[in-house]
Protein backbone atom coordinates (compact mmCIF):
# COMPACT_ATOMS: atom_id res chain seq x y z
CA UNK A 1 0.00 0.00 0.00
CA UNK A 2 2.74 2.16 1.16
CA UNK A 3 4.18 1.78 -2.49
CA UNK A 4 0.93 2.76 -4.30
CA UNK A 5 0.36 5.78 -2.38
CA UNK A 6 2.93 7.94 -4.53
CA UNK A 7 1.14 7.10 -7.27
CA UNK A 8 -2.65 7.47 -6.48
CA UNK A 9 -1.40 11.13 -5.03
CA UNK A 10 0.00 11.54 -8.79
CA UNK A 11 -3.58 10.94 -10.39
CA UNK A 12 -5.58 12.87 -7.61
CA UNK A 13 -3.05 15.72 -8.74
CA UNK A 14 -3.55 15.46 -12.40
CA UNK A 15 -7.33 14.96 -12.46
CA UNK A 16 -7.62 18.09 -10.18
CA UNK A 17 -5.46 19.91 -12.63
CA UNK A 18 -7.22 18.91 -15.87
CA UNK A 19 -10.78 20.01 -13.91
CA UNK A 20 -9.86 23.15 -13.48
CA UNK A 21 -7.98 23.59 -16.78
CA UNK A 22 -11.35 21.96 -18.63
CA UNK A 23 -13.18 24.99 -17.08
CA UNK A 24 -11.09 27.43 -18.00
CA UNK A 25 -11.84 26.37 -21.45
CA UNK A 26 -15.65 26.25 -21.10
CA UNK A 27 -15.91 29.86 -19.87
CA UNK A 28 -13.82 31.10 -22.67
CA UNK A 29 -15.91 32.26 -25.43
CA UNK A 30 -14.21 32.21 -29.34
CA UNK A 31 -13.29 35.10 -31.25
CA UNK A 32 -14.87 35.22 -34.44
CA UNK A 33 -12.41 36.33 -37.17
CA UNK A 34 -13.04 37.42 -40.63
CA UNK A 35 -10.24 36.51 -43.37
CA UNK A 36 -8.44 39.98 -42.81
CA UNK A 37 -8.40 39.11 -39.24
CA UNK A 38 -10.56 41.65 -37.69
CA UNK A 39 -12.72 41.01 -34.77
CA UNK A 40 -16.85 40.24 -35.29
CA UNK A 41 -18.83 40.48 -32.47
CA UNK A 42 -22.61 38.88 -32.18
CA UNK A 43 -25.06 41.30 -32.59
CA UNK A 44 -28.27 41.72 -30.90
CA UNK A 45 -29.90 39.72 -33.96
CA UNK A 46 -27.93 36.80 -32.99
CA UNK A 47 -24.80 35.31 -33.16
CA UNK A 48 -23.23 36.96 -37.32
CA UNK A 49 -20.76 36.64 -38.84
CA UNK A 50 -19.73 39.00 -42.48
CA UNK A 51 -18.35 37.17 -45.17
CA UNK A 52 -14.57 37.41 -46.48
CA UNK A 53 -14.45 40.35 -48.86
CA UNK A 54 -13.22 40.20 -52.20
CA UNK A 55 -10.69 43.10 -53.26
CA UNK A 56 -10.28 43.36 -56.95
CA UNK A 57 -7.35 44.60 -58.96
CA UNK A 58 -6.64 48.37 -58.19
CA UNK A 59 -9.11 48.57 -55.32
CA UNK A 60 -8.33 51.17 -52.34
CA UNK A 61 -11.07 51.42 -50.25
CA UNK A 62 -15.05 51.60 -49.81
CA UNK A 63 -18.00 53.23 -47.76
CA UNK A 64 -19.72 52.22 -45.96
CA UNK A 65 -16.58 49.96 -44.62
CA UNK A 66 -16.87 46.12 -44.69
CA UNK A 67 -18.74 44.54 -41.75
CA UNK A 68 -20.03 48.03 -40.29
CA UNK A 69 -23.43 48.10 -38.66
CA UNK A 70 -24.79 51.66 -39.75
CA UNK A 71 -27.73 53.36 -37.42
CA UNK A 72 -29.35 54.66 -40.86
CA UNK A 73 -29.10 53.95 -44.95
CA UNK A 74 -26.07 55.58 -46.72
CA UNK A 75 -26.96 58.23 -49.32
CA UNK A 76 -24.81 56.15 -51.54
CA UNK A 77 -22.20 53.38 -51.60
CA UNK A 78 -18.54 54.53 -53.33
CA UNK A 79 -15.81 52.53 -54.12
CA UNK A 80 -12.15 53.84 -54.16
CA UNK A 81 -9.28 52.94 -57.01
CA UNK A 82 -5.59 53.39 -57.62
CA UNK A 83 -6.11 53.49 -60.93
CA UNK A 84 -8.58 55.41 -64.16
CA UNK A 85 -12.21 53.43 -64.24
CA UNK A 86 -14.09 53.19 -67.61
CA UNK A 87 -17.19 52.16 -68.49
CA UNK A 88 -19.29 49.29 -68.21
CA UNK A 89 -18.05 49.74 -64.39
CA UNK A 90 -20.87 48.13 -62.39
CA UNK A 91 -22.16 48.32 -58.43
CA UNK A 92 -25.03 46.63 -57.18
CA UNK A 93 -26.56 46.92 -53.59
CA UNK A 94 -28.59 43.70 -52.87
CA UNK A 95 -30.42 42.60 -49.63
CA UNK A 96 -32.61 39.21 -49.87
CA UNK A 97 -32.18 39.10 -53.91
CA UNK A 98 -33.21 42.41 -54.44
CA UNK A 99 -31.05 45.95 -55.71
CA UNK A 100 -31.44 48.66 -53.24
CA UNK A 101 -29.13 50.41 -55.68
CA UNK A 102 -30.83 53.79 -57.35
CA UNK A 103 -30.19 55.37 -60.91
CA UNK A 104 -27.14 54.46 -62.68
CA UNK A 105 -23.69 53.64 -61.18
CA UNK A 106 -21.46 56.85 -61.36
CA UNK A 107 -18.08 57.31 -62.08
CA UNK A 108 -16.24 60.55 -60.63
CA UNK A 109 -14.47 63.43 -62.48
CA UNK A 110 -11.34 62.03 -61.57
CA UNK A 111 -12.01 58.31 -62.73
CA UNK A 112 -10.60 56.90 -59.38
CA UNK A 113 -13.89 56.42 -57.56
CA UNK A 114 -17.74 55.00 -58.66
CA UNK A 115 -20.66 55.40 -56.54
CA UNK A 116 -24.35 54.39 -56.78
CA UNK A 117 -27.25 55.96 -54.93
CA UNK A 118 -29.50 54.10 -52.52
CA UNK A 119 -32.92 53.84 -51.99
CA UNK A 120 -33.77 55.86 -48.80
CA UNK A 121 -36.67 53.07 -47.62
CA UNK A 122 -34.04 50.45 -47.49
CA UNK A 123 -35.10 48.18 -45.00
CA UNK A 124 -32.77 47.00 -42.07
CA UNK A 125 -30.57 43.78 -42.76
CA UNK A 126 -27.56 42.68 -44.26
CA UNK A 127 -26.44 43.93 -47.74
CA UNK A 128 -23.87 42.58 -50.13
CA UNK A 129 -22.79 44.94 -52.29
CA UNK A 130 -21.02 43.73 -55.86
CA UNK A 131 -18.93 45.34 -58.62
CA UNK A 132 -17.37 45.16 -61.65
CA UNK A 133 -14.40 47.60 -62.10
CA UNK A 134 -13.56 48.31 -65.93
CA UNK A 135 -10.22 49.74 -66.96
CA UNK A 136 -9.71 51.87 -70.14
CA UNK A 137 -8.24 48.51 -71.82
CA UNK A 138 -11.30 46.77 -71.84
CA UNK A 139 -10.51 44.41 -69.05
CA UNK A 140 -13.01 44.21 -65.53
CA UNK A 141 -12.53 42.60 -62.21
CA UNK A 142 -14.88 41.81 -59.62
CA UNK A 143 -15.40 42.28 -55.93
CA UNK A 144 -17.15 42.63 -53.06
CA UNK A 145 -17.82 43.39 -49.40
CA UNK A 146 -20.70 43.98 -46.91
CA UNK A 147 -22.50 45.98 -44.13
CA UNK A 148 -25.86 46.32 -41.74
CA UNK A 149 -27.86 48.29 -41.42
CA UNK A 150 -29.93 48.47 -38.23
CA UNK A 151 -31.83 51.26 -37.22
CA UNK A 152 -31.91 50.56 -33.16
CA UNK A 153 -28.70 51.80 -33.37
CA UNK A 154 -29.80 55.33 -33.37
CA UNK A 155 -30.54 55.31 -29.63
CA UNK A 156 -27.17 56.17 -28.90
CA UNK A 157 -27.33 59.03 -30.97
CA UNK A 158 -27.45 62.43 -29.23
CA UNK A 159 -31.02 63.64 -31.33
CA UNK A 160 -30.77 67.33 -32.13
CA UNK A 161 -33.78 67.29 -34.98
CA UNK A 162 -36.11 70.46 -34.88
CA UNK A 163 -32.88 72.70 -34.74
CA UNK A 164 -31.77 74.91 -37.80
CA UNK A 165 -28.20 75.44 -36.31
CA UNK A 166 -25.97 72.89 -34.33
CA UNK A 167 -22.73 73.13 -32.96
CA UNK A 168 -20.11 70.06 -32.80
CA UNK A 169 -17.01 70.86 -31.01
CA UNK A 170 -13.18 69.38 -31.33
CA UNK A 171 -12.32 69.12 -28.14
CA UNK A 172 -9.43 66.53 -26.36
CA UNK A 173 -9.09 64.63 -29.61
CA UNK A 174 -12.58 63.90 -29.88
CA UNK A 175 -16.08 65.15 -31.82
CA UNK A 176 -18.51 66.28 -29.43
CA UNK A 177 -21.46 65.49 -29.74
CA UNK A 178 -19.86 62.04 -31.19
CA UNK A 179 -22.96 60.59 -32.86
CA UNK A 180 -25.69 63.33 -33.67
CA UNK A 181 -28.97 63.02 -35.23
CA UNK A 182 -30.25 66.15 -37.03
CA UNK A 183 -33.21 67.23 -39.62
CA UNK A 184 -32.71 67.79 -43.39
CA UNK A 185 -31.95 71.09 -44.07
CA UNK A 186 -29.76 71.84 -40.35
CA UNK A 187 -26.32 73.72 -40.44
CA UNK A 188 -23.66 71.94 -38.64
CA UNK A 189 -21.05 73.93 -37.28
CA UNK A 190 -17.56 72.35 -36.32
CA UNK A 191 -15.50 74.50 -33.62
CA UNK A 192 -12.00 73.36 -33.04
CA UNK A 193 -11.43 73.76 -28.97
CA UNK A 194 -7.83 72.14 -29.22
CA UNK A 195 -4.59 73.71 -29.98
CA UNK A 196 -3.86 71.17 -32.62
CA UNK A 197 -4.95 71.25 -36.26
CA UNK A 198 -7.53 68.94 -36.88
CA UNK A 199 -10.19 68.52 -40.01
CA UNK A 200 -13.58 67.34 -40.97
CA UNK A 201 -13.17 64.27 -43.60
CA UNK A 202 -16.14 62.15 -44.80
CA UNK A 203 -15.17 58.39 -45.02
CA UNK A 204 -13.41 56.62 -46.35
CA UNK A 205 -9.47 57.24 -45.22
CA UNK A 206 -7.46 58.83 -47.40
CA UNK A 207 -9.75 58.81 -50.18
CA UNK A 208 -12.73 61.37 -48.58
CA UNK A 209 -15.11 60.50 -51.19
CA UNK A 210 -18.56 59.78 -49.81
CA UNK A 211 -19.70 62.99 -49.51
CA UNK A 212 -16.89 65.43 -50.82
CA UNK A 213 -18.65 68.34 -49.17
CA UNK A 214 -17.51 67.58 -46.04
CA UNK A 215 -13.97 68.24 -46.64
CA UNK A 216 -12.44 71.05 -44.71
CA UNK A 217 -9.37 72.79 -44.83
CA UNK A 218 -6.95 72.42 -41.97
CA UNK A 219 -8.47 74.14 -38.76
CA UNK A 220 -6.40 75.86 -36.46
CA UNK A 221 -7.48 76.20 -32.64
CA UNK A 222 -10.30 78.63 -32.99
CA UNK A 223 -11.45 77.92 -36.34
CA UNK A 224 -14.45 77.06 -37.79
CA UNK A 225 -16.46 74.97 -40.76
CA UNK A 226 -19.92 75.08 -41.39
CA UNK A 227 -22.20 72.78 -43.90
CA UNK A 228 -25.81 72.18 -44.67
CA UNK A 229 -27.55 68.98 -44.85
CA UNK A 230 -30.07 68.64 -47.51
CA UNK A 231 -30.05 64.87 -48.09
CA UNK A 232 -31.73 62.04 -45.61
CA UNK A 233 -29.01 58.97 -44.78
CA UNK A 234 -26.29 58.88 -42.57
CA UNK A 235 -22.63 60.48 -43.04
CA UNK A 236 -19.58 59.02 -41.04
CA UNK A 237 -16.61 61.11 -41.24
CA UNK A 238 -13.06 61.71 -39.29
CA UNK A 239 -10.40 63.86 -38.63
CA UNK A 240 -7.92 62.68 -40.98
CA UNK A 241 -5.32 63.77 -38.83
CA UNK A 242 -6.44 61.46 -36.38
CA UNK A 243 -8.02 59.05 -38.39
CA UNK A 244 -7.91 55.77 -36.07
CA UNK A 245 -9.68 57.97 -33.04
CA UNK A 246 -11.36 60.83 -33.88
CA UNK A 247 -14.51 59.86 -35.85
CA UNK A 248 -17.99 60.87 -36.36
CA UNK A 249 -21.55 60.24 -37.49
CA UNK A 250 -24.40 62.39 -38.65
CA UNK A 251 -27.76 60.98 -39.35
CA UNK A 252 -29.87 63.16 -41.44
CA UNK A 253 -33.80 62.32 -41.21
Not at 2 to 13: E, G, S, W
Not at 78 to 102: E, R, W
Not at 143 to 157: E, W
Request: proline residues 6%; charged residues 20%; hydrophobic residues 30%.
Amino acid sequence: MKKLLPAIIIILILAVVGFIGWGLISKKQPAQTTGAGQTQTALESGQFTFETPKKSAHYESNTPAHGTTLAGVPTNVVIDFNFDLAPPSQITIKKDGKDYGMGETVIDDNKLAMRKNMEPSSPDGLYTVSYNACWPDGSCHDGNFQFKIDRSKSGGFEDLTGQSEVTVKLSQIMFGPQNIKISKGTKVTWVNNDSVEHYINTDSHPAHTYFPKQNSKALKGGNTYSLTFETAGIYPYHCSAHAQTMTGSILVE
